[in-house]
């Protein structure tokens, strides 16, 4: 059971302020915040020093289609094909950190409110734009999900190029690892000894689980999304995380909303998040609410504290949205007719344990 402390009720006490403020602020507006594209966020630093969010690219990209007339999919795939192309975000696309064996797999899936459609890919290599993929997979064939090599053999079928995605930094990262790698390593947690860490003191150690998810509402009130990641970085080939799993990783209802997830993709599997997050604003609870009963669903399988990071966005038909997450200091990106802007996710603990 999860133990409420103080601390718990003022942290709980602030977020439910700030749902509390998002539907008073939307309850004074007469239409829709339509359109609307939210992503996650993650800071990419390069090496000189150069700071940006990679959500914001995608969201400004997604809200700009969509003012010019497409199709909310559309929007939200160009929006994160910029993140799969940057060789600079090391947990999406090109650049991605690869398995332990040194490959980049990459997972994907899409969701088209309109027509309920989906499709997705996983544990997919040398190919730059899973997401693009992934929508083939939901267009042209009557399956959801494509692994491994058919995904590639179906890819390379409708003239995907292949590439290799290991980029000199993203190998240098890799063999950091392995030099640091001892007996003292196992599978049941983060691959990433304390020692890594040390070596690379100027690493932002968050995007070893990055991903993007970007979820968008048109002008007219259709919706869609997509999440796109290299996973979890070192990950045992194969491993496939959240992002592909329809209902995971991602999930829309063209009635309701549709909802997204990063972080930490086994503890999302177990609750099902995005679906939870959808089904709860289903049953009239507001984006906020629903991001954040879905993160107490998880907190309830540890009985406490998680050990990993894990976040949720949503939004729903009238263009209210959130980002939420289990740990403090998320964040998410968001564009509407207010311009762009990164906002901090509500959360459920200061702080992971130690
Ligand atoms: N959420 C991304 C992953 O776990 O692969």
Not at 15 to 39: D, K, M, Y
Not at 66 to 74: K, N, W, Y
Not at 185 to 202: E, I, T
Not at 330 to 350: C, H, I, K, N, P
Request: charged share 25%; hydrophobic share 40%.
């Amino acid at each position: 059971m999860l133990k409420l402390t103080r601390r718990h009720f003022i942290v709980s006490g602030f977020t439910f302020l700030a749902a509390h403020r998002l539907r008073s602020s939307f309850a004074q507006v007469e239409r829709p915040n339509r359109p609307l594209a939210i992503a996650s966020a993650n800071r990419i630093t390069l090496p000189d020093g150069t700071v940006y969010y990679n959500g914001i690219r995608a969201t400004e990209r997604a809200f700009q289609l969509m003012r010019a007339g497409s199709d909310p999919l559309d929007a939200v795939i160009a929006g994160v094909n910029i993140v799969e192309d940057d060789p600079h975000d090391m947990s999406v696309g090109y650049g991605g950190l690869p398995n332990e064996e040194g490959e980049v797999e990459l997972d994907a899936s899409v969701m088209h409110g309109p027509t309920g459609r989906c499709g997705a890919v996983a544990a997919l290599r040398y190919i730059k734009n899973p997401s693009q993929v992934a929508r083939l997979v939901m267009e042209e064939t009557d399956h959801v999900l494509l692994v491994g090599e058919g995904a590639l053999r179906f890819a390379l079928s409708f003239g995907f190029k292949k590439e290799e995605l290991l980029t000199e930094r993203a190998r240098q990262v890799w063999l950091q690892w392995r030099r640091q790698r001892s007996e003292r390593d196992h599978w049941m947690q983060n691959k990433l000894p304390g020692a890594l860490r040390s070596a690379l003191p100027d690493w932002d150690w968050r995007q070893f689980t990055g991903t993007i998810n970007c979820l968008a509402i048109t002008e007219a009130g259709d919706i869609a999304g997509v999440t796109t990641t290299s996973g979890l970085a070192f990950k045992i080939p194969g491993r496939v995380g959240d992002s592909p799993i329809i209902g995971c990783g991602l999930y829309v209802d063209n009635e309701v909303g549709a909802a997204g997830s990063t972080g930490w993709g086994e503890d999302n599997i177990r609750v099902v998040g995005a679906h939870a997050v959808v089904e709860n604003m289903r049953r009239g609870m507001s984006p906020l609410e629903a991001c954040l009963e879905a993160l107490r669903r998880v907190v309830k399988l540890y009985g406490g504290r998680p050990a990993h990071q894990l976040n949720f966005y949503a939004l729903n038909k009238n263009g209210e949205y959130a980002g939420a997450a289990i740990f403090k200091g998320a964040q998410f990106a968001v564009t509407d007719a207010r311009g762009s802007r990164v906002e901090d996710s509500a959360y459920l603990f200061e702080r992971p344990p130690q």
